[in-house]
């Protein structure tokens, strides 16, 4: 079974750009959720998607967005980038055991 | 103050020794608790999952909740140098999905 993907894995932006990162999760899951990792506030809640809805929110401004697909896929996007977004963003997927299971994330730096 | 706090180490352990990881947390209304491992340029992968207070043991790995401190701990016995990861801790509220507080995380190195 595969596990959740994300795609790009790596990529550099600028000040003022925009991004969007995408997240595929483990086949029958329908529950996706996205994370920022940096080195100074750790892991933190971005959103959580399930059936295309938008089911809780972080506390990230709005220049976060996301949403999520029919087939479960999700995207998230970043407008306005700032130094600070640069980040390793992870998505996780749930299925019915409750458990989140992570992909590998996409590492995203701002410049 | 953060919810869940984590000593970030680094911890460095001969190999075979018992290695004992802690977190505190100060939302009483944390029920389920969590321990994920992540190596370098990896996701984090769940470890152990716990609900409420006492004891999980799976393999090497011990979790141990105690709600009454607000205390996480995972012990992990016999250690090896494939355990050379980030180890970190994760609590949940009831009904909150899949919004989960992190601890910090703690480095662990085991040393061959």
């Known amino acids: 079974k595969a596990g959740v993907t994300q795609t790009p894995r790596y990529l550099i932006k600028t000040r003022g750009q925009q991004v969007t990162l995408s997240c595929s999760p483990i086949?029958?899951?329908?529950?996706v959720s996205w994370y920022q990792q940096t080195p100074g506030q750790g892991l933190q809640f971005l959103f959580e998607?399930?059936?295309?809805?938008?089911?809780n929110k972080g506390n990230f401004p709005g220049r976060f967005s996301g949403r999520q697909f029919s087939n479960s896929r999700s995207e998230m996007n970043v407008s306005t980038l700032e130094l600070g977004d640069s980040a390793l963003y992870l998505c996780?997927?749930?299925?019915?055991?409750?458990?989140?299971?992570f992909g590998a994330g996409s590492r995203l730096t701002v410049l | 103050q953060k919810e869940v706090e984590q000593d970030p180490g680094p911890l460095s352990v001969p190999e075979g020794a018992i290695v004992s990881l802690n977190c505190t947390y100060s939302n009483s209304a944390f029920q389920y608790f969590m321990w994920y491992r992540q190596y370098s340029r990896k996701g984090p992968e769940l470890l152990m999952y716990t609900y409420s207070s006492g004891n999980k043991e799976d393999g090497r790995f011990t979790a141990q909740v105690d709600k009454s401190s607000k205390y996480i701990s995972l012990f992990i016995r016999d250690s090896q140098p494939s355990d050379s990861a980030t180890y970190l801790c994760?609590?949940?509220?009831?009904?909150?999905?899949?919004?989960?507080?992190f601890g910090g995380g703690t480095r662990l190195m085991v040393k061959p």
């Open positions: 996780a997927s749930r299925g019915d055991k409750n458990v989140l299971t």
């Open positions: 086949s029958g899951h329908r529950s």
């Open positions: 998607y399930f059936s295309e809805t938008q089911r």
């Open positions: 994760a609590a949940r509220r009831d009904n909150a999905g899949n919004m989960l507080t």
